[in-house]
């Protein structure tokens, strides 16, 4: 009978450690979606905060129209990163806004990129584009994201 006793609290102390071990994990998934999410917002800010200037350059500028594809092939490329990134089931549903409003953005930037091909685009049309509005506001849900870190 003894032996049946400690059978069943190592048996059940295993289970309570691989069962804290789904939680730690979950945790560590929200706090690595996490992070990495605020750097894509940040990148998104970075580059509504660079274009504008890099299209003025790039108007006259051959090496600024080729820093300025390159920022955009970059910025492109952020984007599709992050949505391959597998969110959290406590980030799903903010996650499946951020990647909509990423969609958007991807769709105005293959218009912005068209525009520029015919040289046809300025800053100010660029900082009053459908881009820099959903770019705007996925920079909005930051908040939303930085409150899933507790």
């Avoid at 990495?36 to 917002?41: G, M, P």
């Amino acid at each position: 009978m003894r032996m049946k006793n400690w059978i069943t609290i190592l048996v059940s102390a295993a289970f309570l450690v691989l069962s804290g071990c789904g939680v730690l994990e979950e945790v560590n998934n929200s706090l690595n979606y996490t992070q990495e999410t605020i750097q894509y917002l940040e990148d998104v800010q970075i580059f509504v905060q660079e274009a504008p200037q890099l299209v003025s350059n790039a108007a006259n500028n051959p090496e600024a129209q080729a820093e300025l594809e390159q920022s955009i092939e970059q910025f492109r490329a952020e984007m599709e990163s992050f949505e391959a990134m597998e969110p959290p089931q406590i980030a799903e549903d903010i996650h499946a806004q951020l990647l909509s409003l990423t969609e958007q953005a991807e769709a105005s930037l293959d218009q912005i990129q068209q525009q520029m091909e015919n040289a046809q685009l300025t800053a100010e049309e660029l900082q009053n584009s459908e881009l820099f509005k959903t770019l705007q506001q996925l920079h909005e849900l930051q908040s939303s994201i930085e409150n899933l870190a507790g």
